[in-house]
């Protein structure tokens, strides 16, 4: 009987690991004075810290994109006030000072032809810097984009409490 012949070991591929993510919630609201108003008194009683937040409206609703201190908390407390919601994961970046900073972020995501869906600031700042949050097309290409050309990247654990 013929022994097999040995066969080489399957190539294994490195999976890379997740790079540091921020959650970020859209809320669907209905387009009423004073609806953006409860939902900010809504994270107030229970102790929620709304750290980014951008508003995006149509003649009906209100798409209400923010990212916040407590983002477990934050869902239960959706999911308990039945309120329409996604989340999604943004990558953070802060911003370098001076005024040719966002010109090069947006230099680098082009040039690794990462395509931009939509970028926003945050309400606080870290390490006396801006940060931005942006949604893109590849969020593992623009972390590593971003950290190859020496851009801080921050995950949820440096902006929660």
């Known amino acids: 009987m013929a022994t097999p012949t040995p066969q080489p070991p399957s190539p294994k591929t490195a999976k890379a690991k997740p790079g540091p993510l921020v959650r970020q919630f859209s809320v669907f609201l209905e387009n009423k004075c004073g609806r953006l108003l409860d939902l900010s008194r809504l994270f107030e009683q229970t102790n929620i810290h709304i750290l980014a937040l951008s508003v995006v409206d149509t003649s009906d609703s209100a798409v209400i ?12 407390l959706f999911h308990t006030h039945q309120m329409a919601f996604s989340d999604t994961s943004v990558v953070v970046v802060e911003l370098p000072h001076g005024p040719e900073g966002l010109t090069s972020m947006l230099k680098t995501l082009m040039q690794a032809e990462i395509n931009i869906f939509y970028v926003y600031g945050f309400l606080m ?13 590849d969020t593992e290409l623009a972390i590593d984009v971003f950290k190859q050309n020496g851009f801080t990247i921050l995950g949820q654990a440096d902006i929660s409490r």
């Open 65 to 76: 994109r923010l990212i916040v201190d407590d983002p477990e908390k934050a869902a239960e």
């Open 125 to 137: 700042r870290l390490h006396d810097r801006p940060l931005l949050a942006f949604h893109v097309e």
